[in-house]
C-alpha cells in the first residue's frame, strides 16, 4: 500500500508520457507518486485529426501520441477533454494536478491546485531576464506568432525559433546553433516535450542559459506538496 501523495500529469496528447515522466519523476520530491492522464487517451491519431482541426484563430496544440507519432491539434477543442481528465483525476483521489502542455487554457473547474507550466514558465523568464529579450523555442514554425504575443502579454520580450521536439534532438540543436550570436538572456524550451537531454544540446549549441518547463514544474509542486 502506498503512503505516497498521489498527484496528476494531464497530458493534451496520450498517456503514459514515458518520453516525459522520464525527467520529470526523478525531479518531484519521494513523497509523492505521479498518475497520468491523457485528453486523446480515447481517441486516434485518425479520429484527432478529423474532430480536433485547428481554426483560423485557434491556438495550435501539438503533442504526442501513444506510439510516439506527433499529433497536431485545436487547443480550443481539446479543452473539454481536459476537463473531463481534471474530474476524473479528483474522483481518483489526486491532491494535485499538472496540465503538462505550455499551452494557454481558459479557466477551467478543479477542487485542488491546477499547476498550468505557461505562467510559472513566463513569469520565472521574466523575472530572471531584468528586461532583456529571451530566446524562445517552440515545436512548429506556426506556433511562432502565437508565441510572441503570449510572452508579451507576460511583458517579456522575445526571439523565437522553431524545432520539434518529437522530430528528435537534431532539430533542437540546429534551431540552438541558429541563436548563436544574438544577444539574447536566456533560451526557454517552450513545450512540455523538451527532454533534458535537448536542454543540455540546446545549452551546448546556443552557448546559452536554458530553462526546461518539465522540470521546473517539477520542482514548484515538489515544493507544495513534498
Known sequence: ??????????????????????????????????????????????????????EPGEEVLVSRMRDGSQATFSGDKVVPL??????????????AIIVLCTGSFPKLEHEV???F????LHQ??????????????????????????????SGV?????AASPYQGIDGV????????GHDDAFLCLDCMGFTVAMRDAARRESGLDVLLPRTLVASVVSELLG
Do not use: F, N
Not at 476537463?83 to 489526486?94: H, L, N
Not at 507550466?117 to 510559472?120: A, V
Open 1 to 54: 500500500m502506498s503512503h505516497k501523495t498521489r498527484i496528476a500529469g494531464i497530458t493534451v496528447g496520450q498517456s503514459p508520457r514515458t518520453d516525459m515522466t522520464c525527467d520529470l519523476v526523478p525531479r518531484l520530491a519521494d513523497t509523492l507518486e505521479l498518475v497520468e492522464y491523457g485528453a486523446l487517451d480515447d481517441l486516434t491519431l485518425e479520429q484527432v485529426e478529423r474532430m480536433l482541426p485547428p
Open 173 to 180: 540543436s540546429r534551431a540552438a546553433r541558429s541563436l548563436r
Open 82 to 95: 481536459v476537463q473531463a481528465k481534471i474530474e476524473q483525476a479528483q474522483e481518483e483521489g489526486c491532491r
Open 157 to 161: 520580450d522575445v526571439d523565437v525559433v
Open 124 to 153: 520565472c523568464a521574466r523575472a530572471l531576464a531584468g528586461g532583456r529579450r529571451v530566446a524562445v523555442m517552440v515545436p512548429e514554425p506556426e506556433q511562432a506568432e502565437q508565441a510572441l504575443q503570449w510572452w508579451a502579454a
Open 113 to 115: 491546485p491546477l499547476v
Open 117 to 120: 507550466p505557461q505562467p510559472l
